[in-house]
């Protein structure tokens, strides 16, 4: 178990036009561990993470990974070191089949192009997101589910050494949700180091060891999962004062 | 590996025979139709160029014709310089891929509309560079390469069409070999989402970089035959925007980003073009104009596609 | 000499403005790239000198006429054909309104020959003096009318329901159409004025250079690079540009010798490609995403 945090962020601030977005955020990821990113609507999750990849630039602050500051690395670089991101609106290559779209990922990254790893990372990575039976369908005859799911083998396909994820359980059902968790876990297994933003509760709690909560741009939780969901100020930043207020009127009720 | 099936056999056969009737041309037909054919051939790897940047990676290259007139100049500066004809090939075409690496490495940076444009800049500025240097280039007076006297002209012919078959065949396989290698997927990737590809690892900016240079030295080898072929040569015809059109359209009739597309486009593009020159030419340009419109209106994307879907009888696109 | 040559260059400068503003309209508004432009500029020159030559009218007074000409031809062109293979590839157009410049080129020299035509007119030597530099006073006509008829637009676009349409669409497809603007008619009516602009220049431009089927391939060189250089969409952007553009020519003519010209103007263009390429005063959007 190395004590060197595999994801280091610190005191990151992002800035577009005269918003600023993300604001001295600070927090580290450990191996293996999965860390939630929540927060409510234009808290800068996202952001956050687009900086990670580089597709958002940092106005102070910087993020290393595996001990290397990768802040200014192109993305195709990040992507052969071992990072992996799959985007909340999902674009996979549309004139490629499924199995093509994931064999880009898997020619691509970490310097792999031997003919029959690429083939075995393959066809794990379809295997394990359950897509095999629409592996040779394009990405439009393919149900949305699927298409998340496609994003997800894509990133796999990478062999990945941190995998962000992006909303991916968004527009999904409660069946499908249950899969997707079920599938990151089983990635975690593989040795994975995983950051993934979320809005859906349930899924946050089930397979997060620890959540780190924005509001605003800053950072008002880091924590275990009870303990974040629990803190007044977390409760306060997503359903607001006045429930919160109630909510400390009815434990006192109680208490007495 | 997928079988091969009886279809598969029949089309492999019919390759075949196609091969080997273009092989026997020489003999078989006359030299004015052994002069078409030459010209066919020609713009079978002009589309084919074309086909590796606009078909595969979507940068649309509407200048590419630039390559042509290079590879042009370099195999007729160079056979002047004494380098014989066919060392002077792999010169131009060497020659026309440096020039695409060192020009695509900014140009390939912008996006579709603008690098159109920049491209057909290029065409024009290369064109008025080689004028303006004159000297070996012969400038405005055009440049006469020196003449083959070991050969009748005859045999000279008939060399010319043999390279320019090879070169077509060589193109073809290049293509063939691109859409299953790693470039090609990279391009296949990156004309659908750069900044996915990117994300997935794929260096972009190498890979269409790398696909502009092969198209050049495919174009630029093109241009070189030619311009042996046509033992004389001025920026006016080598440079001709034309030929870039007259390849982009042909691709389109064919189908781009298809490996045999570009090939049928380029026949019966051509072919057309012979048929009604000969005919009336007078309303040469007209004609092309009406066929164009036509073909563009009626056929958006190209006639082998709906051609391989009647062939194999389903629905549904394959990629 | 200095002052000659901006002189020269601010008076061609005002009429390449014109002839690209149609083109950069159609550019920023539909995503086309009309390759048939530069043949509605030839047309317009050649309605003067059948107008003008036939009938000894003043070619001033022969715009109107080109305008409305060239305005059907556009409007038709777009509506019946261009507006087919709008949600394709930018392959498609370009291939197509090349096709149609290889219509409109042909039916112009099997109607009139390749020859070289004029369009004289009496004032045609005259020229006026400033200091040591000559204006003539043709060019300097053309210029003005060339502006007043860009003001001309402008204005359309900023006071009509119509001109506010062909805006709001440029800025916006999509969103224009929810507010209930046929995008179609917006097209075709935009199509229809870039071609009576062009028309219009074509008819100035007669006045000063030889009048022949090809002269419209020279213009669209002249009128790409403009578009580019002032920002495509803009209006102001290509009159800026045409002044720009038309001096760049004057001096390198001056300077480098008449051949240069072209080279020196694709050289300029390509650095903007590279360096600037939303041009003098486009918006980074225009054009992207087409």
Known sequence: ?256 | MTPISPRGLLLALAGALCLAALAAVPWLAGNYWMRILTSILMYCVVAQGLNVIVGFAGYHAFGNAAFFGIGAYALGVSEVLGLGFLASIPVAAAVSALVAALVGWPLLRLRGHYFAIATVALTMAVGELVTNIGGVTGGAQGLALPLDTSQSPEQVYRQIYFLMFGLAVLSTLAVWHLSNSRLGYALRALKDSERGAMAMGVDTRRAKVAAWAISAALTGAAGAIWAHWMTFIEVGSAFDITLSVKGYIMMLIGGMGTIFGPLLGAAFFELFSTLIWSRFTEVHNLVLGILVCVVVLALPFGIWQPLRRLWHGRQGSRA | MILQTIINGLLIGGIYGLATIGFSMVWGVMGIINLAHGAYIMLGAYVAYVVSARFGIEPFLVVPLAMAALFVLGYVIQAWMLNRVLKTSLLLSLALTFGINLILVDLTVMEFTSDFRAVTTQYASTALEWGEAFVPVARLGACLFALALAWIFHEFLARTRSGQAILAAALDREVSRLMGINPSRVYAMTAGLGAALAGAAGVLSSMIFPVSPHMGNNFLGAVFVITVLGGIGSLGGAILAGFVYGLIQAFASAWLGVNYQEVVAFTVFLLILIFRPQGLLGKKYFGEGQ
């Open chain 1, 1 to 256: 178990m190395t004590t060197q945090p595999v994801l280091r962020i610190r005191d990151v601030t992002v800035r577009f036009g005269g918003v600023t977005a993300v604001k001295g955020v600070s927090f580290d990821v450990a191996q293996n561990e999965i860390v939630g990113l929540i927060g409510p609507n234009g808290a800068g999750k996202t952001t956050l993470l687009n900086a990670i990849s580089h597709l958002e630039t940092l106005a102070s602050g910087s993020i290393s990974c595996f001990g290397e500051r990768i802040s200014d690395w192109a993305p195709h670089r990040m992507a052969a070191f071992g990072i992996a991101r799959t985007f909340q609106v999902v674009q996979p290559f549309a004139n490629l089949t499924v199995r093509q779209n994931v064999r880009v990922g898997a020619m691509f990254a970490r310097g792999r192009h031997e003919h029959v790893r690429v083939a075995a990372a393959v066809e794990e990575a379809i295997e394990l997101t359950g897509l095999g039976a629409k592996a040779d369908l394009l990405p439009h005859q393919v149900t949305l589910a699927d298409r998340k799911r496609l994003e997800l083998a894509r990133a796999l396909a990478m062999q990945p050494r941190v995998l962000l994820l992006d909303e991916v359980m968004a527009g999904l059902n409660h069946t499908e949700i249950g899969k997707v968790i079920a599938l990151i876990r089983a990635i975690r297994d593989k040795g994975v180091t995983i950051l993934v933003v979320e809005h859906v509760m349930k899924a946050i709690t089930a397979i997060c060891d620890r959540i780190v909560v924005l509001q605003f741009g800053e950072k008002i939780a880091d924590d275990r999962p009870d303990r974040v969901l629990s803190d007044e100020k977390v409760v306060r930043a997503y359903l607001g004062d006045r429930y919160a207020a109630r909510q400390a009127a009815l434990a006192q009720g109680e208490a007495r």
